[in-house]
């Protein structure tokens, strides 16, 4: 009989690393994979399952303007125990560290279903930053039986906090697995023609702890670059939280080399990712799809759960004080040893065969039985 394996995802970014990982293992004809999402983010995540072609068995939809961390809590657990209960699958597979992935975990450890953690085992220890994501992760090692963790200093982590060694399989990072199918070298767009007689950086920007002076500090310095430097042009492909656009609008809104635009499905953003000079973020997964690209990540956190980019030399952490990412964004454009460094260190998160590295793991040790 078929071993029955559910995906639970909810954003964007957790989709953009699960969705390979459901198509490997839709390839194999031991399991019988069931796809639940809870659309934690909305029009984000459909243009994701819509790329890689990905009919989800179960939505939740649950979504809704300005949500708060409690509505999410309250919705994702009201209604994945049904789904749970009716599917009773042999393991539940979730990833990272969204509020989605704690609360899928809950549940299932509340129903005694086992589960398997993606992405498994990456710290900052210090559960207000990233906020809510480390405590999301830390909590779900507690309960995930198994952990597929893509370095060795994650498998390290959760070896240090008394995982059982025999639970830990280093995989690599699947983001690098998606980058595979969706960078196209011929690719075009009319926002990279604008930007092509220029050095474009490319911006994201919305974690929650940055919402506020911080984010107001980060838009500043990017005006001050663009003042500047006549030939350097931004795109920021915006979130979709209205306070982070209305953040955006008062702080760059009368900026000429800047192009805010909405979100990108994740062909197009991988391929942005591709064409541009360097990029300025607060997101984790950017972190390790842009060294894939040899593109330079300026990370405007105080903390990171991806410490392997700093030793390798891809990223470098610089908080959100506004002269201090200025400066290192113009050493970045002037300094060409220091952005030849940046760009050819190798690539810590893998080789683009995670998904089939997990697979094949579950297939063949059976994990879960």
């Given at each position: 009989m078929k071993k029955k394996i559910m995906l639970v995802f909810g954003t964007r970014p957790e989709a953009i690393k699960m969705c390979p990982l459901v198509n490997e293992l839709k390839k194999r004809n031991v399991f019988?994979?069931?796809?639940?999402?809870?659309?934690?983010?909305?029009?984000?995540?459909?243009?994701?399952?819509?790329?890689?072609?990905?009919?989800?068995?179960?939505?939740?939809?649950?979504?809704?303007?300005?949500?708060?961390?409690?509505?999410?809590?309250?919705?994702?657990?009201?209604?994945?125990?049904?789904?749970?209960?009716?599917?009773?699958?042999?393991?539940?597979?979730?990833?990272?560290?969204?509020?989605?992935?704690?609360?899928?975990?809950?549940?299932?450890?509340?129903?005694?279903?086992?589960?398997?953690?993606i992405e498994a085992g990456l710290r900052t220890y210090d559960i207000y930053s990233p906020y809510p994501e480390e405590f999301n992760r830390q909590a779900v090692s507690i309960i995930s039986r198994f952990n597929f963790a893509p370095t060795e200093i994650s498998r390290e982590n959760l070896i240090k906090e008394g995982k059982n060694p025999d639970s830990i399989f280093v995989t690599g990072n699947t983001a690098i697995d998606a980058l595979k199918t969706t960078v196209n070298q011929n690719y075009t767009h009319q926002?990279?023609?604008?930007?092509?007689?220029?050095?474009?950086?490319?911006?994201?920007?919305?974690r929650r702890e940055n919402i506020g002076e911080p984010l107001r500090h980060v838009f500043k310095a990017i005006h001050r670059i663009l003042n500047e430097f006549p030939n350097v042009?931004?795109?920021?492909?915006?979130?979709?939280?209205?306070?982070?656009?209305?953040?955006?609008?008062?702080e760059l809104g009368d900026c000429d080399n800047?192009?805010?635009?909405?979100?990108?499905?994740?062909?197009?953003?991988?391929?942005?990712?591709?064409?541009?000079?360097?990029?300025?973020?607060?997101?984790?997964?950017?972190?390790?799809?842009?060294?894939?690209?040899?593109?330079?990540?300026?990370?405007?956190?105080?903390?990171?759960?991806?410490?392997?980019?700093?030793?390798a030399g891809t990223l470098k952490l610089v908080g959100t004080q506004e002269n201090t990412i200025f400066d290192n964004m113009k050493a970045l454009l002037e300094n060409e040893d220091l952005y030849k460094k940046m760009s050819k260190a190798s690539n810590p998160y893998g080789d683009g065969k995670a998904c089939l590295?997990?697979?094949?793991?579950?297939e063949k040790q059976q994990a879960f039985q």
């Open positions: 019988n994979i069931v796809v639940c999402v809870t659309g934690q983010h909305r029009q984000m995540l459909d243009q994701v399952l819509k790329t890689f072609q990905i009919v989800p068995d179960y939505d939740l939809s649950i979504m809704k303007d300005k949500q708060t961390l409690f509505d999410i809590t309250i919705n994702i657990l009201s209604m994945i125990r049904k789904i749970l209960e009716d599917e009773r699958p042999d393991l539940v597979l979730v990833h990272g560290d969204t509020s989605t992935t704690f609360l899928t975990a809950l549940s299932c450890y509340y129903l005694q279903i086992p589960v398997g953690h926002e990279l023609t604008w930007a092509s007689d220029s050095k474009l950086i490319l911006i994201t920007a919305h042009k931004a795109i920021y492909p915006i979130h979709m939280n209205p306070v982070v656009r209305q953040i955006a609008q008062e800047i192009h805010i635009i909405e979100p990108l499905d994740v062909i197009d953003f991988h391929n942005f990712l591709n064409n541009c000079c360097f990029v300025l973020t607060d997101s984790g997964g950017i972190q390790e799809e842009a060294p894939s690209l040899g593109k330079p990540v300026l990370v405007v956190r105080n903390t990171t759960e991806r410490p392997e980019g700093i030793s590295r997990i697979a094949d793991i579950l």
